[in-house]
């Protein structure tokens, strides 16, 4: 099941966030729930959680960047609930939130401690873009941004 994200799920959204095994260089890691926190709850953004069994085992964040863009950020899945659809399925909700708020693009940011998952979502249709992402973490490698024009 696919839901909104609540303040009770920060703390098992962190747990999914840091199982993912990313390389320990990746801002990723230094994540804390007081930046999670302001990131999810932050005007215009949100995120969805994925639950199995009562538990969750998935998650992803959005949020405004600029007038018509979606920024989707933060998506994880548990290890041994990959291969199962969970991703996609997060992915398919930030894309509907996006539509539904009448947001032209949705763009994410691959770290380039990641770029084994550009493929993924060029399959979901997300196109490699040259544009600065606005979200990047100082000291950081510049990451790779993907973008995918919402249809009308």
Request: hydrophobic share 45%; proline share 7%; net charge positive.
């Given at each position: 099941?696919?839901?909104?994200?609540?303040?009770?799920?920060?703390?098992?959204?962190?747990?999914?966030?840091?199982?993912?095994?990313?390389?320990?260089?990746?801002?990723?890691?230094?994540?804390?729930?007081?930046?999670?926190?302001?990131?999810?709850?932050?005007?215009?953004?949100?995120?969805?959680?994925?639950?199995?069994?009562?538990?969750?085992?998935?998650?992803?964040?959005?949020?405004?960047?600029?007038?018509?863009?979606?920024?989707?950020?933060?998506?994880?899945?548990?290890?041994?609930?990959?291969?199962?659809?969970?991703?996609?399925?997060?992915?398919?909700?930030?894309?509907?939130?996006?539509?539904?708020?009448?947001?032209?693009?949705?763009?994410?940011?691959?770290?380039?401690?990641?770029?084994?998952?550009?493929?993924y979502y060029e399959r979901l249709g997300y196109v490699q873009s040259?544009?600065?992402?606005?979200?990047?973490?100082p000291g950081s490698p510049v990451p790779v941004v993907l973008v995918k024009v919402m249809a009308r």
């Amino acid at each position: 099941m696919i839901r909104r994200v609540v303040p009770a799920d920060l703390p098992a959204f962190h747990t999914v966030m840091l199982a993912v095994g990313m390389d320990p260089r990746s801002s990723w890691n230094r994540t804390t729930l007081e930046g999670l926190e302001q990131s999810l709850f932050a005007p215009g953004s949100g995120g969805f959680v994925a639950v199995d069994a009562g538990k969750v085992c998935g998650c992803v964040g959005f949020r405004p960047d600029g007038e018509g863009t979606l920024t989707l950020n933060k998506l994880a899945t548990l290890p041994r609930h990959r291969g199962q659809g969970i991703g996609v399925a997060l992915v398919r909700a930030v894309e509907q939130t996006a539509f539904e708020r009448g947001f032209r693009r949705v763009l994410l940011a691959v770290s380039q401690f990641n770029l084994e998952v550009v493929p993924y979502y060029e399959r979901l249709g997300y196109v490699q873009s040259n544009e600065v992402y606005a979200f990047a973490s100082p000291g950081s490698p510049v990451p790779v941004v993907l973008v995918k024009v919402m249809a009308r």
